[in-house]
């Protein structure tokens, strides 16, 4: 945040540019809405389309795994590069109705594109100019430290209204949280009225894997400790809320009033191990949609811009990374590094072209790829282009494409970045 003078105003426009959300002299600079800056007859290098029926489906698994606890919807990150001002208001019509995000930023996002009734939980860190935005927007936010309760304190008088807080506990991941012996201060600051606990949560430090189970459990225990003294002294501690898509998934007695479910809402396993621990339980191994409950809701497409005849012995693309070793043809796509599709992936990466894998040749550059399509030879200018998803019988998963490119499927979506259209399909 900083100084903003004059207040600038929120009003929407066609076109992109910057928008100020100001309160008492301070402003957040963001967008307008999620559209790319692209004029409206240009066509973007590449776009992503959300699967409205995967979505659906993966809620509705989830819902039945958690039980009576609320599936709250992670969207840090750019909804996991989904786009939150996409993929918020579609999972709000498929019922959901707690968002938590990364950031005030990010709330603010949140909060312009999703209904004034749904819940907003910033659970990271927000800066002491923020506090008063959020309060005054009824967002609510995870606290970790006293001296930011009692500035969420002061900040909830200057404001007039309580602060909507949830208490981050520490139980033995030493990241963030407020310690043991902190809570009797922490009661004290409650009882003064300006704050209001929204809920009492916590994160686990690798429920993925099964390597972390003890550390799990003896978090869980600490949890229920802390907890308890809290209500000890006389504060009720909200929705308790700790697990996250893993958690969920593995240790039932993590599925409290809320749970966090991030990767698993868009269709990921949050591990190779969570998934096989998982589907081992499944009841009757004759139906195997049960091997796969989850559906991937992104798919991310381009279009060939370019098809050249190459002699054998040539080098394509920047320097000498790829010699032809045969005529080639080679495709050029309007995608690079610079749109998250990894320069790691130079001669291993691979694409869809009518069906068929094409693997990547050369260097990945900053916008364009070139692919050898020599064993499709009907591929020609305006093909699409399949990065991530299915074409025909076959498909390209995010863990593949994190696989080539040794990187995370987390990271592989938040790389994409948010100018690229969002379009949700049915």
Known sequence: MRPCTPRATTSRTSS??????SWKGWCVITRTDAAPPFASHATPPCRLTLNAGALKRNLGFLRRVAGRAEVALVIKGNAY??????????????????FAVGSA???????SCLARDTDVMILSWISQDELEWAIASDVSFWVFELGRLRDAAEAAARVGRPARVHLELETGMHRTGLAANELEEVAAIVRAGAIRVEGTCTHYAGAESEGNFLRVQSQIETFR???HQLAEAGIAPGKLHTASSAATFLYPETRLDLVRVGIAAYGFWPSQETKMRLLLQASDMRHPERWNPLRRVLRWTTRVIAVNDVDAGEYVGYGMAYLTPRPQRIAAIPVGYYHGFARALSNV?????RGRLCPVVGTVSMNVTLVDVTDCPAVETGDEVVLIGSQGRREISVSSFGDLARILNYE??????PEIPRV???
């Open 424 to 426: 949700v399909v049915d």
């Open 81 to 98: 590069g989904h786009g939150i001002e996409t993929f918020g208001p579609l999972a709000e019509s498929l019922g959901v109705r707690t």
């Open 16 to 21: 992109w540019r910057p928008r100020a959300i």
């Open 105 to 111: 930023d990010e709330a603010l996002r949140a909060r």
């Open 349 to 353: 990466g691979q694409v869809l072209l």
């Open 412 to 417: 592989v979506l938040v790389r994409i970045p």
């Open 225 to 227: 400790t802390r907890v």
